[in-house]
């Protein structure tokens, strides 16, 4: 009798369990990277006025960071997929060390260019490779272990903002460099959960257990689900620039705050974001991802279309809200394609978390060339429609629901023949 070919990549051995140490070091050194990373946005009203810069310049350094890692994360993730590198997790917050001290140090532009690819090159190693970790010391639960290693870097996003206005503003752009120690940190964090993960690689290849790489459904149907996913990714962080890159000068246009009342704010919607990952993750395990992506991308709409219309009391409530919601789906999406896609963790994660990058930094220079052209308030209105495409989750196959112990496995609609003819 043949079995479905993807039931032992979504059900755990009964003698696993969550390795939730390592599952919070990995999250930690997230929130250290992805704190430094948010750093660069938070300062952009000090390079700004610093260098003299046009929102379509500013546009260009995080188009810059993001490109860089767009493009190297799906390479990396195939290559680790093939030739899995421990270690190589330290390495890449290194690469991050060195772009943080010269972004502190810049003379000029070009060099500002050359931190950001730096600090991109490190998020490019250090995202397909954690992602894995995660899903080795999930013991099963794949949408909470992805859930507890994303929300540490949106808790570090969130953060950023928030040590820029306290720190970095006050005492200027050479007080970056101090970040440079939570770098260190989390170098010596990393090289530990390298030493677990090169010791957990050492006894699967001892005890033969290996993951299986076949298909649970048509390669037809695998492709459409994925285009799919890659869309809604685009809708997701293509809204997400306006408001990580945006928002501040958005406020501080209509509203005439400061800027340090204008970090506050994406403090907020940083904080939102954080806790909105968390409970994706975890709901996904229990009601199914595609619900979770339905009301997180689809659900967010209403929201976003009243946002550049209401008055700053209540601006700060609706971007909580909007971060809330819209931040639950990345976790849903990464481990529904890691489904679609068993075997190949790396990759998928190299590839959602590189066009997550990649849309944010290509969102980021065309919402700024925009913002020139017609205003920051018009970003906002134009903005508010994408999470409609949310609307194409219609097109993603039903694989039941998420992976647990206490969940039936996930089984493709032509597998089911197959198990009841021997």
Not at 240 to 246: F, Q
Not at 290 to 311: D, H, N, Q
Not at 321 to 342: D, K, M, N, T, Y
Not at 372 to 394: H, K, M, S
Request: glycine content about 10%.
């Amino acid at each position: 009798m043949q079995t479905s070919p993807s039931t032992s990549d979504v059900r755990p051995l009964s003698n696993e369990r969550t390795a939730f140490k390592v599952l919070g070091a990995i999250g930690f050194s997230h929130l250290l990277n992805d704190m430094i990373q948010s750093l660069l946005p938070a300062i952009y009203p000090l390079l700004k006025s610093s260098f003299s810069l046009s929102f379509t310049q500013i546009g260009l350094i995080t188009l810059t960071f993001q490109i860089t890692a767009s493009l190297l994360q799906p390479m990396v993730g195939l290559y680790t997929d093939r030739h899995p590198k421990p270690y190589s997790l330290s390495i890449g917050m290194g690469c991050t060390l060195t772009g943080l001290i010269i972004l502190a140090f810049a003379p000029g532009y070009g060099i500002l260019l050359l931190a950001a690819a730096m600090v991109g090159t490190g998020s490019s190693i250090f995202h397909p490779e954690s992602s894995r970790v995660a899903r080795m010391a999930s013991g099963g639960r794949y949408g909470l272990a992805q859930s507890i290693f994303q929300v540490g870097g949106n808790a570090g996003s969130a953060a950023g903002p928030l040590l820029a206005a306290l720190i970095i503003l006050p005492n200027g752009r050479k007080s970056i460099a101090w970040f440079s120690l939570a770098a260190l940190l989390a170098m010596t964090v990393l090289w530990q959960v390298g030493g677990w993960y090169k010791r957990k690689q050492s006894g699967t290849k001892r005890s033969g257990k290996t993951q299986p790489s076949q298909q649970a459904f048509p390669s037809r149907t695998v492709i459409g689900a994925v285009l799919v996913l890659l869309v809604l990714i685009f809708s997701k962080f293509f809204y997400l620039a306006s408001i990580n890159s945006y928002l501040i000068f958005f406020l501080i246009s209509k509203f005439h705050i400061s800027v340090q009342s204008a970090q506050m704010h994406l403090f907020v919607f940083a904080s939102a974001v954080a806790l909105g990952t968390l409970l994706g993750g975890h709901i996904g395990d229990r009601i199914g991802r595609k619900r979770v992506i339905w009301v997180s991308i689809l659900g967010v709409a209403p929201f976003t279309m009243i946002l550049p219309y209401v008055s700053l009391a209540w601006t700060g409530p609706l971007t909580f809200i909007i971060g809330l919601i819209l931040a639950s789906a990345f976790p849903a999406i990464l481990v529904f394609a890691q489904e679609l896609l068993p075997g190949k963790v790396g990759m998928v994660a190299g590839l959602f978390f590189g066009l997550a990058f990649g849309m944010a930094g290509i969102g980021a220079a065309v919402l700024g060339k925009l913002a020139d052209l017609q205003g920051i308030e018009f970003v906002y209105r134009v903005c508010a429609f994408l999470p409609l495409l949310g609307l194409l989750t219609v097109f993603l196959p039903d694989i039941g629901r998420a992976p647990c112990e206490k969940c039936a496995p996930i089984v493709a609609p032509n597998a089911v023949a197959e198990q009841t003819n021997p």
